[in-house]
């Protein structure tokens, strides 16, 4: 049975949370890839910024609704989400866009658990990690090259 550390990407791109937006886009775009790890100074992962995140910019702000009830007003939507939204669509950096503590996998993980992950939760890409370490990312088409046979994953 696969496992993560037969399919993923060891050589890997990171950037830092200061890296401005403009500078992580151009390297997702120029590599060919949906998602960057990000890391601190001292290697540690600390999110992950997808094409996804980026595309939320061009996001119109939502105006909450709301409605009366007993002459009071209820928002239907949370003032919360509505900050983390605007947030992203006024990103300058990284920090200000990435998905902070992301999931991740181990490089032991099978591939079933990982492809369940991304078909459950919608994701892309997925940082691996082993004892606290960034050792690799996995992507949708890491698991799509299983498929082909004969194809080195």
Known sequence: M??????MTRELITISPETEIIQATK??????INGIPVTDETGKLVGILCQSDLIAQQKKIPIPSFFTFLDGLITLTSMKQLEKQVQKIAAITVAQAMTPNPVTVQPDTDIETVAALMVDRSFHTIPVVDKGELVGIVGKEDILKTLIPGSKA
């Open 2 to 7: 696969l496992k993560v550390k037969d399919i």
């Open 27 to 32: 390297l997702l775009l120029e590599n060919r």
